[in-house]
C-alpha cells in the first residue's frame, strides 16, 4: 500500500523501495562464514579461507584440543552515490571457523599467511617411521 504524504500529496514510494536493500548488511552478517577449501600432500595439511574485506589484524587463530579455532571480524564499509540516488553500506561482524586436526599434524610447526583476502595455513605433518610388521605370539593359558 503506498501512502500518499499529507505535505506534498505525492505517494511516499522512497521507504518501499529501500526496504529490501535497508537489511541487506544484517543479512550478510548473520550468514558470513568464510568459505574454506582444505588439501593434502604428503608432507602437509592446507587449509585455506576466503576472507574478503578483513585486515590480517582482525583475525586470530588458536590452538586447543587437537582443534584449529579460526576468529576474526570483518568490517567492510560500501558508499555509492548517484544522480538521485544515494546508498551506503556497512557489514559488521564476527566469525568462527573450527577444524578438528588429525593426529599426525606437528603442531609446533603451523604456520599461516594472508595474502589478497585469502588466509592459507599449513599444517606439516608428523614424520612417520615405515610400518614394520610383526608376529605376535599366542601363549596357552
Given at each position: ?41 604428503e ?19 588458536s590452538?586447543?584440543?587437537?582443534v584449529?579455532?579460526?576468529t576474526?571480524?570483518?568490517?567492510a ?9 544515494y ?35 599449513r599444517l ?18
Amino acid at each position: 500500500m503506498v501512502e500518499k504524504t499529507p505535505s506534498t500529496g505525492h505517494a511516499d514510494w522512497w521507504p518501499y523501495l529501500a526496504e529490501p536493500f535497508r537489511n541487506l548488511g544484517h543479512r550478510i552478517q548473520d550468514f558470513f562464514s568464510p568459505q574454506a577449501d582444505a588439501a593434502s600432500t604428503e608432507a602437509a595439511y592446507e587449509i585455506e579461507l576466503e576472507l574478503p574485506g578483513v585486515d590480517e589484524a582482525d583475525i586470530d587463530i588458536s590452538l586447543h584440543d587437537n582443534v584449529l579455532i579460526v576468529t576474526g571480524e570483518k568490517r567492510a564499509e560500501h558508499e555509492e552515490k548517484g544522480k538521485s540516488y544515494y546508498f551506503s553500506e556497512r557489514t559488521f561482524g564476527a566469525f568462527q571457523r573450527s577444524f578438528r586436526l588429525p593426529g599426525d599434524v606437528n603442531t609446533d610447526h603451523i604456520d599461516a599467511t594472508f595474502a589478497k583476502g585469502v588466509l592459507s595455513i599449513r599444517l606439516p605433518k608428523v614424520e612417520t617411521h615405515e610400518d614394520t610388521a610383526k608376529k605376535i605370539s599366542i601363549k596357552a593359558a
